[in-house]
């Protein structure tokens, strides 16, 4: 599975960005998809995640009532809206996909085989 993220770009403070992460090789329906986020010198945190059925979402608890998680499996398309963007939400942001990822591990990067190259969001006050 091959994955590109984009949507990515320089912001206000307050505004909106959707990110995309579209994947190309095997279908998304099977897979657990998830947005990790790293900031200039800090390591790769969890943002957000959807279970392989899409059933339920995961929110990192400074994201949630911000940012959605959702999927297209008919476009084969994972997406990130994020609304109310703070300028502590600068950072690389990388969709991950796993076949294999229980619940509880959601959260965990080692949980996820494939990673898209990531995409810059900037968020200025």
């Known amino acids: 599975v091959q994955l590109q993220a984009s949507g990515g770009g320089l912001v206000q403070a307050g505004d909106s960005l959707r990110l995309s992460c579209a994947a190309s090789g095997r279908t998304f329906r099977g897979y657990a998809v998830a947005w990790f986020r790293q900031a200039s010198g800090k390591e790769r945190e969890f943002v957000a995640a959807?279970?392989?059925?899409?059933?339920?979402?995961l929110y990192e608890d400074s994201v949630k009532g911000r940012f959605t998680i959702s999927r297209d499996n008919a476009k084969n398309t994972v997406y990130l809206q994020m609304n109310g963007l703070k300028p502590e939400d600068t950072a690389v942001y990388y969709c991950?996909?796993?076949?294999?990822?229980?619940?509880?591990?959601?959260?965990?990067?080692?949980?996820?085989?494939?990673w898209g190259q990531g995409t810059l969001v900037t968020v200025s006050s």
């Open positions: 991950a996909a796993g076949s294999r990822v229980i619940t509880s591990s959601l959260p965990t990067m080692a949980a996820y085989d494939y």
């Open positions: 959807t279970r392989r059925s899409g059933a339920g979402t």
